[in-house]
């Protein structure tokens, strides 16, 4: 069974820019996350999804940073204007209620550099 | 005051030691979840192992456990007979019941190095 699926892996771009990291959660799971992981903040949460709706939204640093997920099996998070302290690894993962533990599975991340 | 706490900031081992990792929380829920996960050199982040805060027993995985003392708020993973493949960041994180959130809250990290 496939993982969580996020793409692309690498992306870097010039400050201004709009940039777009897409997420595949794997099948039938009906939460998902994005979190960041930066050196000087760790691993934080930014937002997550229930059912394709967004229940916490929280952690996203400010209106540039926007999420969306069409539907249960895509999202997407969109920088835009990019900014170089947007520099981070971009985690998505997703987990289902149906498993006792809801533990959530990670894909392998996207590495964003914002020059 | 910070939710997750994990001390070490690295940690060496020989191959085929065990070795401790500690992590402390902190949260008034009664219910409330604990994971670690590894994170390689390549960068994803896998789970280990799962420890609710209402479980009898300690969480075991192949060769994760985890040692669970409630009442000192830790729950240190165990890896024994350590691997060259063990080397890497751990995570530990919590994940409390209150309000129905599935948020969870990770720790900074250590890393650990198993020398051969």
């Known amino acids: 069974d496939a993982g969580v699926i996020q793409s692309p892996r690498h992306e870097v771009t010039e400050m201004g820019q709009e940039v777009t990291l897409r997420c595949k959660p794997i099948s039938g799971h009906d939460y998902l996350f994005w979190y960041r992981q930066t050196m000087m903040r760790g691993l934080e949460l930014l937002i997550y999804?229930?059912?394709?709706?967004?229940?916490?939204d929280s952690g996203m640093p400010e209106d540039r940073f926007s999420a969306k997920m069409p539907n249960a099996s895509f999202s997407t998070l969109k920088i835009q204007p990019s900014e170089p302290r947007d520099s981070a690894v971009y985690f998505c993962?997703?987990?289902?209620?149906?498993?006792?533990?809801?533990?959530?599975?990670f894909g392998a991340g996207t590495r964003l550099s914002v020059l | 005051a910070q939710k997750i706490t994990q001390t070490q900031p690295g940690m060496f081992v020989q191959e085929k030691e065990a070795v401790t990792l500690d992590c402390t929380y902190d949260?008034?829920?009664?219910?409330?979840?604990l994971f670690w996960y590894k994170q390689p050199s390549s960068g994803e982040m896998i789970f280990l192992i799962y420890?609710?805060?209402?479980?009898?027993q300690n969480a075991t995985e192949g060769r994760y456990s985890l040692n669970f003392q409630k009442a000192r708020k830790s729950a240190n993973l165990v890896i024994s007979a350590s691997q060259l493949g063990d080397s890497a960041m751990y995570f530990c994180a919590m994940r409390e019941a209150q309000g129905g959130s599935e948020k969870l809250v990770f720790g900074k990290g250590m890393k650990l190095t198993v020398n051969p």
């Open positions: 999804f229930n059912n394709n709706v967004p229940i916490d």
């Open positions: 993962a997703s987990s289902s209620h149906r498993e006792a533990k809801n533990i959530q599975y």
């Open positions: 420890q609710g805060s209402y479980d009898q």
């Open positions: 949260t008034s829920d009664p219910s409330y979840g």
